[in-house]
């Protein structure tokens, strides 16, 4: 009897373990699109609807019944941001995500190191994953168009090759840490005023010659698992449901199969939202994100009134099931994958990276006299003036504000280096509180302060002025722009007065944005230092010493007066627009593109910088003279470090078609290598240039087309600073 009860028992059990068999979409050694179906068929309509919305800041839901996990996102692109309360904005003052602040966009542009991009999205993606984050909001890759952007401090630059070349390696690394990298803002947002609703009129060519292949790169290179729609239109539809966009470039010709996640507040209609391409619909209120809403996420345009349409059949079930399956592969790719690293946080090597892009990013502009570098000992007396010598850097400028575990300002480190009895500091000038959304002015009298930073400047050996913008209210920050183009809160005048007090003078601006140097002749020396985060001091310190050789290139060109800017040439209508609409009147002639063919001298061009050493190029060779669309240039020269510094130069290559048969900018960046040499060292460079990148978008065929006949190729240590030309015909 006994043995009967075991079998029934054994039987039992084998039945009951058959029933429990892993299911599918649980068993990570099965392929994702398994996976995903497999989830998919056992997900009610319910189920399906309430992944396509928030609920909360920051998150939105899984399958509680099925141990599918939530989706938790997080800004920024320079470092994690701190924990909010759930249906706020605010902080909530956890005590475990102080980060590590990685240096801005704009200073990993400068650095033109692909190399250094990898290990900064793998950095940036470590503190992700620890912090549990599904998503990470960036990078953002919106072109610089005009100086006045309040959020041009997060980009890559004005120009698409090189924030195409910068993005991918970003993405790679975040992603190899199992988080998504979410490539914003998609597309045409290139200012803050007036945001949420201006109506982008831009042509086909500049669309996809300009707009388009920074974000083109990162999908179909970078492989990036989800995408930020913009706030504003394009042609009359909102980015973040907008059919051209959406579903005929992103979904159908760039096959893109990761997530479309809405800007926060930036979904406006509940079919276009079904219809337009926008699989999450990310915010806190549907009206917007100023005011407190009245919708519960339960009434968000992809919530109920969704789950209704389908209920009542005006909306196909396979348009809810597409949006289901792209944000189930992001969960299986990430919090679902078979094999997620496990992160790491504010650790000693993610601070090496951030110093190293920030040392390799800082521009030096102007140098004579070898006024820098100034070795310890070089001078007694050393007078650091400027409130960003001692401010943070890392808070402001909206939602990429940080809480930092730490932050070394200039003064801090330049004090440690030099010897606190070398260094005497004074403020100078004074800017309000960072407070989102409005300008605050300091209630300090500006002329005290002025005075008294003319008496610690008559008295030093030289004068280190550290100023530039700040992330303050139409500063460099979110939800507002420049009114100008001027240093702002009286740096002008404070500089004037140290100049007299002091020639010995030097600038060292921190700021996202190009500003107006009216002292430009009489100032020996100006470095452009960005915002670089937690490593600021150590890395500007290292530069200013010698320690570091300083190699960034600007990616993008500072004017000598705004209206000079080919966006700012076209009156109103072509920015900021006539707050309905707006029209890129300057089509593909953005930035250098601008000021090299219609001839206008910019202050600093694009890709230049200089260093502590000097460099020679040879004349360049071609390894043919004669080619086709589907073949490859080889350009080669000799490069030589002819100082006695060690240190990098990043040589560029342009393109030019002298006789086209449509407008054409006078040059186009196609490639650059950043070379290190030692003093005296020489290289042979060579660099493959496809000849399909020569392609200027035909818009009757609505396609890319390479013209027959000759190009010529410059090469350049910066966009105005030509080495050698080369000519190549393509038949
Ligand atoms: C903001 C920004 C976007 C950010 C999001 C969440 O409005 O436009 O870049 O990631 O909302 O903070």
Redesign the pocket.
């Given at each position: 009897m006994k043995f009967v009860f075991l079998a029934i028992a054994f039987g039992a059990s084998l039945l009951v373990s058959a029933q429990q068999k892993t299911p599918v979409y649980l068993d990570v050694t099965k392929p994702i699109e398994e996976r995903v179906e497999n989830a998919l068929s056992q997900m009610t309509i319910e189920e399906k609807v309430s992944l396509c919305h928030a609920q909360s800041k920051f998150s939105s839901k899984g399958v509680p019944r099925l141990g599918i996990p939530e989706v938790w996102t997080d800004?920024?692109p320079h470092g994690i941001r701190e924990e909010v309360f759930w249906d706020e904005w605010d902080g909530a003052h956890w005590t475990n995500d102080s980060c590590t602040a990685f240096p801005a966009l704009t200073c990993l542009a400068a650095t033109f190191n692909p190399e250094l991009s990898l290990l900064y999205g793998k950095s940036i993606g470590e503190e992700a994953r620890y912090r549990n984050k599904t998503v990470l909001?960036g990078p953002?890759v919106n072109i610089y168009r005009t100086p006045l952007n309040g959020r041009n401090f997060e980009y890559l630059g004005e120009d698409p090759f090189l924030s195409s070349q910068m993005v991918v390696p970003y993405i790679q690394g975040v992603q190899s840490m199992g988080v998504a990298a979410c490539v914003?803002?998609f597309a045409l947002n290139n200012q803050e005023e007036w945001r949420g609703h201006i109506n982008v009129n831009v042509s086909d060519r500049a669309l996809y010659e300009i707009y388009l292949p920074a974000f083109k790169a990162a999908v179909q290179e970078g492989k990036v698992w989800a995408i930020?729609g913009s706030?504003n239109q394009l042609r009359g539809e909102h980015c973040c449901h907008n059919d051209l966009l959406l579903n005929k470039i992103l979904k159908n010709e760039w096959k893109f199969d990761g997530v479309v996640i809405s800007?926060?507040g930036g979904v406006h209609s509940t079919d276009q939202a079904v219809k337009n391409g926008l699989d999450l619909e990310m915010g806190t209120y549907t009206n917007g994100?100023t005011s407190k809403g009245t919708f519960p996420y339960s009434e968000y345009y992809l919530a109920n009134p969704f789950l209704k349409g389908i209920k009542e059949g005006k909306y196909d079930v396979a348009l809810l099931n597409d949006k289901v399956r792209r944000i189930l592969r992001i969960i299986f790719r990430t919090t679902m994958s078979s094999n997620r690293p496990f992160g790491r946080f504010v650790s000693p090597e993610h601070s090496e990276v951030a110093r190293k892009i920030a040392e390799e990013g800082i521009v030096l502009l102007k140098n004579d006299k070898q006024f820098f570098p100034i070795p310890a000992g070089k001078y007694n007396k050393i007078a650091v003036i400027g409130e960003n010598a001692t401010r943070s850097l890392v808070i402001g400028g909206?939602?990429s504000s940080l809480k930092v575990a730490y932050e070394a300002s200039p003064l801090q480190i330049l004090t440690a280096k030099y010897g606190k009895e070398h260094i005497v500091y004074s403020l100078g000038y004074a800017s309000g509180a960072a407070v989102y959304g409005r300008e605050e002015n300091s209630k300090l009298n500006a002329d005290s302060l002025i005075n008294k930073a003319f008496d610690i400047a008559k008295n030093a050996d030289v004068v280190l002025f550290i100023g530039g913008l700040n992330k303050n209210h139409f500063q460099d920050c979110?939800g507002g722009d420049r009114h100008s183009l001027d240093l702002p809160f009286g740096q002008d005048k404070l500089i004037d007065a140290l100049l007299k007090a002091n020639k010995n003078t030097a600038v060292i601006l921190a700021s996202g944005n190009a500003v107006a140097m009216p002292w430009i002749d009489r100032v020996p020396a100006i470095v452009q230092s960005w915002y670089t985060g937690s490593e600021a001091g150590n890395a500007l310190a290292n530069v200013l010493s010698g320690e570091v050789n300083p190699s960034g290139k600007l990616p993008f060109s500072f004017p000598k007066k705004l209206e000079d800017n080919a966006a700012a040439s076209f009156g109103k209508l072509a920015y900021p627009g006539d707050s309905i609409n707006e029209y890129y009147k300057e089509d593909i002639l953005v930035g250098y593109r601008w000021f090299d063919t219609k001839n206008i001298a910019p202050l600093f061009p694009f890709g230049y910088g200089l260093s502590y050493t000097t460099f020679a190029y040879s004349k360049p060779t071609v390894d043919m003279t004669e080619t086709t669309a589907e073949g490859t240039v080889k350009v080669s020269f000799t490069l030589t470090n002819s100082g006695k510094t060690d240190g990098a130069e990043t040589a560029q290559l342009y393109v030019s078609k002298p006789k086209s048969a449509v407008t054409r900018a006078a040059k186009e960046l196609k490639a650059f290598r950043k070379v290190f040499l030692k003093a005296g060292e020489s290289q042979t460079v060579m660099i493959d240039v496809p000849v399909n990148s020569f392609a200027y978008y035909n818009e009757g065929k609505h396609g890319w087309e390479v013209e027959p006949g000759s190009y010529t190729l410059l090469l350049g240590s910066s966009s105005r600073d030509i080495k050698g030309k080369v000519e190549v015909k393509v038949k």
């Open positions: 800004d920024g909001l953002g914003k803002h930020m706030y800007d926060w994100l909206g939602s979110e």
